[in-house]
């Protein structure tokens, strides 16, 4: 049983280029979220999804976007990536509101 | 909006202490509150998830209590090793909006043999 797998695990990607993280989880959860975490400032949403074909903004969602095709996968766009969005990206997903959250290993993101 | 705040934000003991690591969250309308660990630069783990109307929850050396009502909670860790040394994550679910999880900033456990 897998989890939740992300990739990549690390990217270095220039001011203005694009990029798409991968999201995969094989526990038939349907609600899945993405978070960033910067240092000293606790992780943050940006995205989240309660089942495919649905998905909403979090806190942090300007710069990104994406789509839930499938239960599986919950991939996020970056669009002309800023240095701003330098940050470690963590995938997850849950399967209730009364169960708790499995997170992917994370995407450690620079950009410069 | 849910608030959650983690004191201390850095603990150094030797190893063989008992230790407490403290939460606060400022809205007790919650489904639940889960305990994480992180080492550095790797993906979250969790230790304890405790439902709202739950008073606490074991797992080996650790013991989460939570108290809904003055929005708080802690993690009990006893014996400490240097295994431990991470950062450890308090995260609370909420009823209000999308039902989301709710981050503090972590308290970095450091325990030296």
């Known amino acids: 049983n897998a989890g939740v797998t992300q990739t990549p695990k690390f990217r270095i990607l220039k001011i203005g280029q694009s990029m798409t993280l991968q999201c995969t989880q094989d526990?038939?959860?349907?609600?899945m979220y993405w978070y960033r975490q910067d240092p000293g400032m606790g992780l943050k949403l940006i995205y989240y999804?309660?089942?495919?074909?649905?998905?909403d903004k979090g806190e942090v969602p300007n710069g990104y976007n994406v789509s839930r095709s499938t239960t599986e996968d919950f991939p996020l766009r970056l669009e002309l990536a800023a240095p701003s969005q330098t940050s470690v990206y963590f995938c997850a997903s849950s399967s209730g509101s009364w169960d708790g959250y499995t997170f992917g290993s994370g995407t450690r993101l620079t950009v410069v | 909006k849910q608030e959650v705040t983690q004191i201390p934000a850095a603990l150094s003991v030797p190893e063989g202490e008992n230790l407490v690591l403290n939460c606060s969250f400022t809205d007790s309308a919650i489904y639940n509150l889960q305990w994480f660990r992180q080492d550095p630069g790797k993906g979250l783990t969790s230790l304890l998830l405790?439902?709202?109307?739950?008073r606490e929850q074991t797992s080996g050396r650790l013991n989460a209590s939570l108290d809904k009502s003055s929005g708080r909670s802690t993690l009990y860790i006893a014996a400490s090793q240097p295994g431990d040394s991470a950062t450890y994550l308090c995260a609370v679910r909420d009823q209000t909006g999308a039902n989301n999880l709710f981050f503090g900033t972590g308290t970095r456990l450091t325990v030296i043999p």
């Open positions: 526990m038939n959860h349907n609600y």
């Open positions: 999804s309660v089942g495919a074909g649905i998905t």
């Open positions: 405790i439902q709202s109307s739950q």
